[in-house]
């Protein structure tokens, strides 16, 4: 038997109901902000997630799906879709447009990490990018969005954590500081993160090792190192955020796992989630245009793991609707005729089904039951010769005949005027 490849998931009837609750759910709100769709390739050529992400992280280091192509160029699955957003940015000079460039999008990720719950190989995200704007209330309106989005999904727990990873320049004055401490406290630490005293030193202060938190716990803040231009940025989106009431905690070990980041940094954790504890997260990458090779554009957004979600989601969210009417034509003539009131039935918008497998009354009407049908319209050879059929009300069993030729029509007024 083949099986599906371990880390994926295949999402059965039963659990789609969920998931377009969230994709719907986000859609309206991201259009409700004045944010457009944008589809991007599910592959791009290697070099892009390299240098936007960093190749020093995790997902470029270990987690990416790289395959040659035909003619040799290295090609990868999109591990996160910010690098292919900008990408398209820059390619279809969007920078040109005097209009707000706000995008969102929704669609497959991968990454090759160790599969739990709510940590797979091929995920989804519904994500967000707003590009051209250094207002800081370009930061406040995608948390905003962030926020308000997932609390109209009722989850449960949910914290929005901040950070603020200041200008580059900032960074690299505090950097040499930061690696003379680590180097101060190496032999406690894992060794992912003595790997990355040198490469990558920021990323140990956010290391969810206990032995690498509690070395760093007395290490140099990043906040004492900032210039008074970030800092002043920070303090506008915070108090933009509490000018919207929207509650935030302040984390100074928030870095993030992705290179491009500066300013605003931020993630939304649910504590009913175990260790893969990040619903969503984002952040301001005000060079990473200019850094692939377009204009200086600031740019800032977030994107959400629609799986971490559905697991989160109360289970009364969404029920599946399945069609209403069953058809319950039994007999020669009466099978015939009525395969054509269904297709009658479904033309005018009532939705209808049938089992093709049933050949009795009962083995139909079990079926009805099974479908959660509302109505079963019960069809035999004599009802046809008499051209009559009966409505049965499938919650109270009553029953009335009507003639063939109203079925249609009676269904319609029933079910579908409000
Ligand atoms: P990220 O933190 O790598 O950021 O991913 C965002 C969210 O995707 C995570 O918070 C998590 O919910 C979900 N996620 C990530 N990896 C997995 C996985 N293996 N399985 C299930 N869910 C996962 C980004 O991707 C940035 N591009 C976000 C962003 C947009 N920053 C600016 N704009």
């Not at 999109?78 to 990408?87: C, I, K, L, S």
């Not at 160790?114 to 995608?142: C, I, K, N, T």
């Not at 603020?164 to 190496?186: I, Q």
Request: hydrophobic share 40%.
């Amino acid at each position: 038997m083949i099986k599906a490849i371990k880390g994926v998931k295949d999402l059965l009837p039963e659990e789609t109901p969920r998931w377009r609750l969230i994709e719907e759910t986000a859609r309206r709100w991201a259009l409700r902000y004045g944010f457009q769709e944008v589809r991007v390739p599910i592959f791009e050529t290697t070099t892009l997630f390299a240098r936007s992400i960093g190749a020093t992280t995790d997902i470029v280091e270990k987690e990416m799906y790289t395959f040659p192509d035909r003619d040799g160029s290295s090609l990868t699955l999109r591990p996160e879709r910010t690098a292919g957003a900008v990408r398209a940015f820059i390619e279809h000079n969007r920078a040109a447009d005097p209009r707000p460039q706000k995008f969102c999008y929704l669609g497959p990720m991968f990454r090759h990490e160790r599969p739990q719950a709510g940590r797979l190989r091929q995920f989804h995200q519904f994500g967000v990018e707003s590009f051209g704007m250094s207002d800081p209330r370009a930061d406040v309106e995608v948390l905003s969005l962030l926020w308000r989005m997932l609390y109209d999904l009722s989850l449960p727990g949910l914290t929005l954590e901040l950070n603020n990873l200041g200008y580059a320049e900032d960074r690299a004055r505090y950097k040499p500081t930061l690696v003379t401490y680590l180097k101060g406290v190496e032999a406690q630490l894992c060794s992912n993160c003595r790997r990355r005293i040198d490469a990558n030193p920021l990323r140990v202060l956010d290391c969810k090792v206990p032995e690498c938190r509690t070395a760093t716990d007395g290490a140099p803040r990043l906040a004492d190192a900032l210039s008074p231009e970030a800092r002043a940025h920070f303090d506008r989106v915070t108090s933009g955020l509490q000018a919207l009431g929207i509650p935030f905690h302040l984390n100074h070990r928030l870095v993030r796992g992705l290179d491009y980041y500066c300013l605003t940094a931020f993630e939304v954790t649910c504590s009913h989630l175990g260790a893969q504890n990040a619903v969503g997260a984002g952040g301001r990458y005000d060079g990473l245009v200019e850094q692939l090779g377009g204009p200086v554009v600031p740019a800032v957004g977030f994107a959400v793991g629609l799986e971490r979600i559905a697991l989160m989601l109360p289970e009364e969210s969404a029920i599946g609707a399945t069609p209403r009417v069953y058809v319950a034509a039994f007999g020669t003539a009466a099978a015939a005729v009525g395969f054509t009131l269904l297709d009658e039935l479904r033309r005018t918008g009532v939705p209808a089904d049938m089992d093709f497998r049933a050949a009795s009354l009962k083995a139909h009407l079990r079926q009805a039951d099974r479908l959660r049908s509302l109505y079963a319209v019960i069809l035999g050879d004599d009802e046809v010769a008499q051209g009559r059929v009966t409505i049965r009300n499938m919650q109270t069993k009553a029953q009335e005949e009507i003639t063939l030729s109203e079925v249609s029509s009676t269904l319609q007024t029933r079910l579908l005027t409000p």
